[in-house]
Each structure stands twice: as structure tokens, then as C-alpha cells.
């Protein structure tokens, strides 16, 4: 493995995470073996992937001597909530911006950012776009007011962050060893990006085989291509990283899954949720881990894996988002 130094890290998420074979559901497909990666299971209230990245982001934060975190994200954003739980564990405040209306009733994600009593701020779409200004006129109030604010870019998408999942590339490579397994493809969500840099740069350190495909929920192929790219270029910059920056049209990304929007589902893929959690016992979220899993399964029915082949799903997280949609998950039929 090359030579690198890894910024500081701190052990938030209990890894590494189980990779399991879904036998039912390969069976059921008739295609490749479907494997997934438990990333559900990094922890409980700070569940799913944005913990791997708040590892290494809470550390920069204490490093710089923050009080107060500051991050944003949609309603029933997963990483405001992690960033929220784990800010507590580390004893530091939080500031959320949250992009919507505040709905009657505290749900999900909302209602545990609510428990860790997070101060939230309700923003409009608009308001959302132009973030990174909300970011500096917040972090000066907070800085006049005698405090140290640290921000976290949404998704905690940044080069920081990113070493999450490149540690978690070199886990998968560690397990392959263990289970005697090699993965064609690695299939994630997409929703910010930073999962798919990570793994792909720590793919090329950590010499994995597979291939990253990832699934968008959000924007565009061409979006995360670029966004991507971004993120691996200010890896290899500031941490010095031997890494070659592959050209935006070998970065897999489709974007012909993400439906009807950001957060919303379809009665169909909501049928994939139901299906693959009374075939397996696993629950997949509807805004990110269902998409990616919808599309994938279609992949497969397209034949666009090799029967023989080995397939990673990366288990992203997002349990609590099930529990607003109760109601239009209850309606889909199970399959
Ligand atoms: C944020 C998130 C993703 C996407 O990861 P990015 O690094 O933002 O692309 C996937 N799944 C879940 C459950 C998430 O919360």
C-alpha cells in the first residue's frame, strides 16, 4: 500500500461493519451474488455513513478548537442528525440549517435532532442555494457572541470528510481477504458525493478490484462526475495523496433511478423496499439505500452484471426517514 498519513480520526462508528450475502435476493434475481456492506449498523442514533466522515471532521473540529458545529441538509437530513448526535457525544453544540418549512410534528430524523436539543434555523430553497454565505453570517454571529463555530459543508462531502470512505475502501479490501471474495462492483447511493470519492480514492490506495457504481438520488451523472473529481483533487492536494484523478467518464454514475425527486418515492420503488426487507430483514430507506437499490435491481434484470460475478452494496443508512413515509409504505404491496 503507498505511503500516506492519515489526518486525525476520531473512533465514533463501530467498524468495521459486517459484510453479509443476500442469498434470498441473488436467488430471487437469478443473477450475481448480491453482497451487503452493514454501514446501517455504524452505530444507533449516529447510524449509516455520515459517521465515518464526522470521524474524521469532529476530530478537524476539535483539532481547531470548535465549541459549536454548524451543517445543513433537508428535513430529514441523515447527516444533520449524525452531525447533531455525535456533536454530543464530543460535548459541542449545534447549529442546524434545515431547508423547508418546520412540519406540526417532529418525525425522524427531526425528531432526534430535537431530542439532542440541536438549534435549528428553517431556510428557505432559496436560502439553501446560497448556504455558504448563511455559513459565514452565522459563524460571525456565533464568533461575536464569544463562541468557536466549525463548519461542516453539506453531506460533510469535503476532502475531510472523504477519508471516511477511504478507510472504508481499505476495510472492504481487508475483507475480501477474510471471506474470499472478490467484488466486481461496488454500489453505493450518491447524494453529495463524498461517499463515491472517498471509495474511489481509497479503491485506487487500497488496490481494490471492483469497479464503484454509483447511484444518484439527486442531480445529475454529470454533477457527480465533476463533484467527485473536485473532492479527489483537493485529496491528492492537501494530504499529498499518490492518486491519479480519473477522467469524469470513467466515474460510474447513473442518474436514471432517482425518481420523482429528492426524498420523495415512487409506489414501485417503495414495492423494492418492501420486497427486500421480507426477503431479507433489512431495512433500506426511501430517499437514498431504496434508489440505489431499485436501480440496481433493474441493472441486474438488464443484465448488465455477469451472472457469475460479485456485487457490494454499501448499506448507507437512513433507518429513521422510514418512519415519516409510514403511510405510502404501508400502501405498497409487498411483492
Ligand atoms: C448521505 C447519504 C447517502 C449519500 O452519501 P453522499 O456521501 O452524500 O453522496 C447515502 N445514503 C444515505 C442513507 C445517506 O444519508
Given amino acids: 500500500m503507498p505511503d500516506f498519513e492519515l489526518p486525525p480520526r476520531l473512533p465514533l462508528a463501530r467498524l468495521p461493519t459486517p459484510i453479509e450475502r443476500l442469498d434470498r435476493l441473488s436467488e430471487h434475481l437469478a443473477g450475481p451474488s448480491i453482497y451487503v456492506k452493514r454501514d446501517d449498523l455504524t452505530e444507533c442514533a449516529c447510524s449509516g455513513n455520515k459517521i465515518r466522515k464526522l470521524e474524521f471532521l469532529l476530530a478537524d473540529a476539535r483539532e481547531k478548537g470548535g465549541d459549536i458545529v454548524l451543517t445543513c441538509g433537508g428535513i430529514q437530513s441523515n447527516h444533520a442528525r449524525a452531525t447533531a448526535v ?38 428557505t430553497p432559496d436560502q439553501y442555494s446560497r448556504r455558504t454565505e448563511l455559513f459565514a453570517d452565522r459563524s460571525r454571529r456565533f464568533r461575536e ?48 458525493g463524498g461517499t463515491l470519492a472517498g471509495l474511489l480514492a481509497g479503491k485506487a490506495l487500497a488496490e481494490l478490484a471492483g469497479e464503484i457504481l454509483a447511484f444518484a438520488v439527486c442531480d445529475d451523472t454529470g454533477y457527480f462526475q465533476t463533484r467527485a473529481g473536485s473532492i479527489l483533487r483537493e485529496l491528492t492536494d492537501r494530504f499529498r495523496l499518490p492518486l491519479e484523478i480519473p477522467p469524469a467518464s470513467d466515474i460510474h454514475v447513473t442518474d436514471e433511478y432517482k425518481g ?27 430517499a437514498y439505500t ?46
Fill in 260 to 286: 420523482i425527486g429528492y426524498g420523495l418515492a415512487t409506489q414501485e420503488e417503495l414495492e423494492t423496499l418492501r420486497m427486500v426487507a421480507a426477503l431479507e430483514g433489512i431495512l433500506l430507506d426511501p
Fill in 145 to 192: 457572541a464569544g463562541r468557536r463555530p466549525y463548519v461542516i459543508v453539506e453531506g460533510g462531502s469535503d476532502a475531510v470528510g472523504a477519508w471516511g470512505y477511504v478507510l472504508a475502501a481499505m476495510e472492504i479490501r481487508e475483507q475480501e481477504r477474510e471471506l474470499g471474495v472478490r467484488f466486481d462492483w461496488i454500489v453505493s447511493a450518491a447524494g453529495s
Fill in 86 to 123: 455525535a456533536a454530543r457525544r464530543l460535548g459541542l453544540d449545534s447549529f442546524l440549517l434545515l431547508r423547508g418549512e418546520e412540519p406540526a410534528e417532529a418525525d425522524g430524523n427531526l425528531l432526534i435532532d430535537r431530542l439532542v436539543d440541536a438549534e435549528i434555523e428553517w431556510i
Fill in 290 to 335: 431504496n434508489k440505489a437499490m431499485h436501480g440496481l435491481i433493474a441493472e441486474i434484470r438488464r443484465g448488465r452484471f455477469l451472472r457469475t460475478g460479485n456485487i457490494l452494496f454499501i448499506h448507507t443508512g437512513g433507518i429513521f426517514s422510514l418512519f415519516p413515509m409510514k403511510e405510502n409504505l404501508l400502501r405498497a404491496p409487498p411483492r
